[in-house]
Nanobody
Framework: VQLVESGGGLVQTGGSLRLSCAAS????????IGWFRQAPGTEREGVSC????????FYTDSVKGRFTVSRNNAKNTVYLQMNSLKPEDTAVYYC??????????????????????????WGQGTQVTVSS
């Protein structure tokens, strides 16, 4: 299993970026992808997540209305569209995969998908820098 993020970069306040997370090695669609970020000196935090089986999604409060997560099952790729970016969004962004997820877990998505320990595989991260 491999996760590869791309799409990071430098953008001005108010700008947009779209991150991609390409997943390979999955034989079934019962997994979830979470997006996390980590700024220097801070803990890694959950940003958003999506269930590949039913596209159920979750967003942390600080990105609601600005970020949109989506999936392309045919390409095993998840996207994070980030609009109205702010300097406080600056961080390394990681995608992670939680495998073997169930319909019940989809219904309880907000309760677990921001937890680092819920994920089995991680990407290498991509830097997002928002200048003021």
């Amino acid at each position: 299993v491999q996760l590869v993020e791309s799409g990071g970069g430098l953008v001005q306040t108010g700008g947009s970026l779209r991150l991609s997370c390409a997943a390979s090695g999955f034989t079934r669609g019962d997994y979830a992808i979470g997006w996390f970020r980590q700024a220097p000196g801070t803990e890694r935090e959950g940003v958003s997540c999506i269930m590949m089986r039913d596209a159920n999604t979750f967003y942390t409060d600080s990105v609601k209305g600005r970020f949109t997560v989506s999936r392309n099952n045919a390409k095993n790729t998840v996207y994070l569209q980030m609009n109205s970016l702010k300097p406080e969004d600056t961080a390394v962004y990681y995608c992670a995969a939680a495998i073997g997820t169930s319909e019940l877990q989809s219904k309880m998505l907000p309760q677990w998908c921001s937890s680092l320990s819920a994920y089995d595989y991680w990407g290498q991260g991509t830097q997002v820098t928002v200048s003021s």
